[in-house]
Each structure stands twice: as structure tokens, then as C-alpha cells.
T-cell receptor
């Protein structure tokens, strides 16, 4: 039969607003987390990462927050621009023998209106 | 420096055929991972190679295989193609296997008819 696609969460914001994209991860043993941005027709692009011994990390216009107690990750984008419109994925790596394996969330579609 | 290069960008194959996809990692990167991306399942890990050795494998049937060469370039092969294998196949490279940034190529869009 016909496969049903993932229904991705969507976030729609106005240019200049701050955006917050959330992600719940599954493996409490995960010790490394990454946010990726994927534009149409392109591969995922690295945005920012954080290790499990941290709870916050800042980059240029982006901040990642990690709450290990509730297994929650968020990406904050300041002064969102139309060029930020894309699908955003969180990914986790459990380290140890999980060599090179990233487990991805379902993604969130961010649309920025001028 | 050059990014991750995947070839070809697009492929159309018939059910039952086999296909080989190629990935050239960023210079100096020794870890190459492969992912399948579909609307129904999202991004799923296929396997990872480091120094020509497969270190980890995802939950895919044995029709999916791969290898890595001494120059870190990698290929993945899918035999006896099924309609459900239609997907974007992504390759990612990193310096080492864990806790490092993984950089993705643009992918190979495979359509099975």
C-alpha cells in the first residue's frame, strides 16, 4: 500500500523574531548531540553541537540547550531570517560502540515570512 | 576545502537491478557513514566505515552493503532493488567516529521504477 509520510511539526515566524525548535531524544546514554539544517535539494548542514557534560552552547545567532533530566534538546535562532527557512533535525550519538551512528529526530519545518 | 562529494546525483533503476553509489569524503576524514532519507521514515542510519572497516550497521536487509577504500572513499551497493528503496542516500564524513562533526554530501536521489 501507499506509505504515509512523516507529519513534520511546523514553525512559522516573522523575519526578525526569535525561533525555538524543540527535540525530544530517546537514548539516555547519548552523549553527543547535533543540530542540522536541511534545505530543499541539499544534504543536512551542520549548525551546532553539544556534549552531554554541557547544558548550553552558543554559536553565531544560535543557541542549543540540553536538558538531560527530561531528554530534551532545543535550538534557538535569534533574529530569524528568510534564509533560515528549512527543515531542522536534531541528532544524537550514543558513543561507545555506536561508531559514527547518528539517530535523527523527525525534523521540524521552519518557515520565515519576510 | 572541498566538501563531501556524492555521485551520481540522480539515478533511475528498474526493480531487480542493482546500484552502486559513491562517496568521496572531505580530505583527511577517515569515517564515512551512509544514511537513507525517505518521507515515510526520515533519516535512517545504514552503516559506517572507518579505516576500511565497517564499524556499525543499521537495521537494513543484507541487500544493502558497502565498502571503504584505502583513500577513505566509500561505495554502497543495493542489490535486487525494490520500489521501497527509492530514497535520497546521504553520505557523511568526519575526522573520527564519535563526537565529531559529521559533514554531509548533497546525496544521491535513487528512483526505482
Amino acid at each position: 500500500g501507499e506509505s504515509v509520510g512523516l507529519h513534520l511539526p511546523t514553525l512559522s515566524v516573522q523575519e526578525g523574531d526569535n525561533s525555538i525548535i524543540n527535540c525530544a531524544y530517546s537514548n539516555s546514554a547519548s552523549d553527543y548531540f547535533i543540530w542540522y539544517k536541511q534545505e530543499s535539494g541539499k544534504g543536512p548542514q551542520f549548525i551546532i553541537d553539544i556534549r552531554s557534560n554541557m547544558d548550553k552552547r552558543q554559536g553565531q545567532r544560535v543557541t542549543v540547550l540540553l536538558n538531560k533530566t527530561v531528554k530534551h534538546l532545543s535550538l534557538q535562532i535569534a533574529a530569524t531570517q528568510p534564509g533560515d527557512s528549512a527543515v531542522y533535525f536534531c541528532a544524537e550519538n550514543a558513543g561507545g560502540t555506536s561508531y559514527g551512528k547518528l539517530t535523527f529526530g523527525q525534523g521540524t519545518i521552519l518557515t520565515v515570512h519576510p | 576545502k572541498a566538501g563531501v562529494t556524492q555521485t551520481p546525483r540522480y539515478l533511475i533503476k528498474t526493480r531487480g537491478q542493482q546500484v552502486t553509489l559513491s562517496c568521496s569524503p572531505i580530505s583527511g576524514h577517515r569515517s564515512v557513514s551512509w544514511y537513507q532519507q525517505t518521507p515515510g521514515q526520515g533519516l535512517q542510519f545504514l552503516f559506517e566505515y572507518f579505516s576500511e572497516t565497517q564499524r556499525n550497521k543499521g537495521n537494513f536487509p543484507g541487500r544493502f552493503s558497502g565498502r571503504q577504500f584505502s583513500n577513505s572513499r566509500s561505495e554502497m551497493n543495493v542489490s535486487t532493488l525494490e520500489l521501497g528503496d527509492s530514497a535520497l542516500y546521504l553520505c557523511a564524513s568526519s575526522v573520527r567516529t564519535v563526537n565529531t562533526e559529521a559533514f554531509f554530501g548533497q546525496g544521491t536521489r535513487l528512483t526505482v521504477v
